[in-house]
């Protein structure tokens, strides 16, 4: 069964703490995503790796942090610095120029 | 003025309408044209992918591209209440690179 799997499904944090999403990809594509959904502002592009053990900030990478120490795997840390982590995380993987998304992770910060 | 243009709606429809979902963007190095389908509380799903200008047609979904406006164009036809949901349309400058996202389009399709 292949596709793009985030857990978990939904994640609540204390003010202060950090926490890491997991995502996950069995299509063999080489470019992972990660996006942030919050209502009215559409996508936005956290961080994004083109290949394994590297990879860039997007529009927003401020108070999260990534790794891509496999070709499958593409976590990403919120951390304490991120004012207002509360929001929908979709990660995504492409082959050439198509992107296909994971079913999200909703963050709540409590 | 940003980069991608699209109406947040909401648009309601009743059942059976042609709907037309609309992006406009501003950077003509644009060549690779997409179209999202997100459900409540879900990941979006790819519906059409578009190189260049020209027509794209899916069983009743159309994607029309026309670089010299600027300008992308979904269309539904015979909209089913199981086609209410949010449509992004995306794009790209090369393949491979980040995807640009419109905020979306809340579709509402009525029985």
């Known amino acids: 069964d292949g596709g793009i799997t985030q857990s978990p499904k939904y994640l609540f944090r204390k003010e202060g703490q950090n926490v890491t999403l997991s995502c996950e990809q069995n299509?063999?594509?080489?470019?992972m995503y990660w996006y942030r959904q919050d209502p009215g502002q559409g996508l936005r592009l956290i961080y994004y790796?083109?290949?394994?053990?590297?990879?860039q900030k997007g529009d927003i990478a401020e108070g999260y942090s990534v790794s891509r120490e496999k070709k499958e795997s593409f976590p990403l840390t919120v951390t304490s610095a991120q004012k207002n982590p509360t929001a929908f995380y979709l990660c995504a993987s492409s082959i050439m120029s198509t992107q296909y998304f994971g079913p999200g992770t909703r963050l709540t910060v409590l | 003025q940003k980069e991608v243009e699209q109406d947040p709606g909401p648009l309601s429809v009743p059942e059976g309408a042609i709907v037309s979902l609309n992006c406009t963007y501003s950077?003509?190095?644009?060549?690779?044209f997409m179209w999202y389908r997100q459900y409540s509380r879900k990941g979006p799903e790819l519906l059409m992918y578009?190189?260049?200008?020209g027509n794209k047609e899916d069983g009743r979904f159309t994607a029309q591209v026309d670089k010299s406006s600027k300008y992308i164009s979904l269309f539904i036809r015979d909209s089913q209440p199981s086609d209410s949901a949010t449509y992004l349309c995306a794009m790209s400058y090369q393949a491979g690179t980040a995807l640009i996202f419109g905020k979306g389009t809340t579709l509402s399709v009525s029985s």
């Open positions: 950077n003509s190095a644009f060549q690779y």
């Open positions: 299509l063999n594509h080489d470019a």
């Open positions: 578009t190189y260049s200008s």
């Open positions: 790796s083109q290949i394994v053990n590297d990879f």
